[in-house]
């Protein structure tokens, strides 16, 4: 099954940056043939020693950064002492030993380093042209000028009221 479609979940959240929660939902959804979760941070350099932090918040787990806002700082979000250890690789390493022959959709939503996950993937973005990106980023960002500069269209899937936006990039 699949029509030969592969899809990869980067993973690094707290619960396990080794990606556990996130191999737990494919194993549940019976999906584990055609899913290949990855344990690995991505960003614009590669760097082994790297902090990843992680969420503060019990009622929002899903916030983790390598490069945390000031305001989610502040707000007592993200805190250094609150954090773990990660790879990073850039997508362009992963898509080199990886050898996909196509992508159809990917979903970036990286806490606001998109631009940093972008820089990491221009021979992928020049070479093997995602065909459809959706990216949690404010409209006016660094990521949304990088896809547009590279020819993409962009359309808002979801504009949450004090939020950030779902754009999709074509």
Known sequence: GGGGRH????ERDLEDVRGVALERH???????????VSGLALAAEAKDDARLFVSCWPENDGIA??????ETLARGGLRADVSIPVSVRTF????QSARPSRIDVMKIDVEGAEAQVLAGM???LASLRPARIICETPLE???VRMLRDR???VTTL?????????????
């Open 26 to 36: 494919v194993e549940l959804n019976q999906i584990a043939d055609r899913v290949t």
């Open 151 to 153: 020819g993409y269209r």
């Open 7 to 10: 899809p990869l979940g980067v």
């Open 141 to 143: 960002s660094e990521a």
């Open 122 to 124: 221009s021979s992928t």
């Open 92 to 95: 362009d390493t992963w898509a």
């Open 65 to 70: 950064s390598l490069t945390p806002a000031a």
């Open 158 to 170: 979801d504009a949450i009221p004090g939020g950030i936006p779902n754009l999709l990039f074509e």
